[in-house]
């Protein structure tokens, strides 16, 4: 089995698949933030809202990690290259992700 991820992929398919995945991830995401926070959507459930937006957060920012890494790729061989993504990204990710899961278990609960 196989298990590679985008940052182990060579060069090329790291630029398609960053971009691609990030593109996509982050036209998801984005909705999700603008429902949660526009004022003429009816915000009365806080844990449903809250997970709304930790979900598209967390959506959001994985899409980040992603498009970094093509850019990574895609600038590795110039005289200033992109650095890849941080840890604090990944951080970002894991904690909106675990803020939407607890309001769905508080919202379940309720």
Avoid: Q
Avoid at 8 to 35: E, K, Q
Avoid at 65 to 79: K, L, N, Y
């Amino acid at each position: 089995m196989n298990t590679r991820s985008i940052a182990t992929m060579d060069r090329n398919r790291r630029i398609t698949w960053g971009a691609g995945i990030g593109v996509s991830l982050a036209l998801i995401g984005l909705p999700l933030v603008f429902i949660a926070l526009w004022p003429g959507v009816d915000h009365s459930p806080w844990d449903v809202n809250t997970m709304i937006l930790a979900t598209g957060v967390a959506l959001c920012t994985a899409g980040y990690i992603a498009g970094r890494i093509s850019v990574a790729a895609f600038t590795e061989h110039r005289r200033t290259p992109v650095a890849p993504p941080t840890k604090r990204a990944y951080l970002v990710a894991g904690g909106a992700l675990g803020v939407a899961v607890l309001c769905l278990l508080l919202a379940m609960a309720s």
